[in-house]
């Protein structure tokens, strides 16, 4: 049993990698290192699978022994069994949610490397967010263009009228994710729901809400997208 949960969980990693949904849980740089575990488990399952039929020649209680085999191993098969049958799905809303006090949190990213860039237009969300973090007069990014895409989040700290164009940021993998994102405002519930993601093009504005400044987007064309291979930012 042990050996069959080896090798369905080493199956299922390479199938992960080899249709890149492996990098909805880590960050590219461990891919590598994903694969020669997905091949390692399919090694190691092998090896116990040999055994266990080994060990099932040679018991003279055949019955038992794969009663007791079921006993102690047929549970961790069938989490196997349920993880592989489960939806592949990136982090949404309701994680940004248990996670919103860690909001564009991106201060560890060197901005040299930012401004060293000519063309904002290519700028990705990560990328808008440490800017602005490092602006501190916001009236010198009005009306300035902006092309990011993202997931919608119905963020609580604004009004039905807005929403956050948001991504999640990982260092690692899923469990150090932290979300980042801009407020847009936009009539987004009578065509879109939460989680959709779309493609955003605008220029930045301010505004006050609840009696605070600011920096928002006013979109000039929002349209759904598909969720991309590689959804997250680092």
């Known amino acids: 049993m042990s050996g069959l949960t080896f090798i369905l969980l080493g199956v299922y990693t390479l199938f992960l990698v080899s249709s890149e949904k492996i990098l909805f849980f880590i960050h590219p740089r461990f891919v590598s290192l994903s694969t ?3 091949f390692l488990l399919i ?5 116990l699978v040999i055994m266990t039929i080994d060990n099932f020649k040679k018991s003279m209680l055949k019955k038992q022994f794969l009663l007791s085999i ?20 990136t982090l949404g809303s309701a994680t940004a949610k248990q996670r919103v006090t860690d909001y564009n949190n991106v201060a560890d990213t060197n901005i040299v490397t930012l401004f060293a860039l ?9 990328e808008w967010v440490l800017l602005i973090n490092s602006t501190p007069k916001y009236e ?10 993202g997931f919608i989040f119905a963020d609580s700290r604004y009004s039905e009228d807005y929403f956050t164009i948001t991504r999640f940021r990982i260092a690692c993998c899923a ?23 779309v493609h955003i093009d605008g220029i930045f504005s301010i505004e006050i ?3 605070e400044q600011k920096l928002i987007i006013i979109p000039s064309d929002v349209y759904k997208i598909d969720v991309p291979s590689n959804p997250y930012v680092y």
Request: glycine share 10%; net charge positive.
């Open 36 to 38: 020669i575990t997905g």
């Open 43 to 47: 090694v190691i399952g092998i090896l």
């Open 70 to 89: 079921f006993k102690r191993h047929g549970v961790f098969l069938i989490i196997g069994i349920l993880i592989t049958i489960l939806p592949v799905q």
């Open 118 to 126: 000519n063309n904002s237009n290519q700028f990705n969300l990560k």
């Open 140 to 149: 010198t990014l009005i009306g300035k263009k902006i092309s990011v895409s």
């Open 175 to 197: 469990i150090d994710a932290s979300p980042i994102g801009l407020p847009v405002k936009y009539d987004w519930k009578s065509k879109f729901t939460e989680d959709t993601w």
């Open 209 to 211: 809400v609840d009696g």
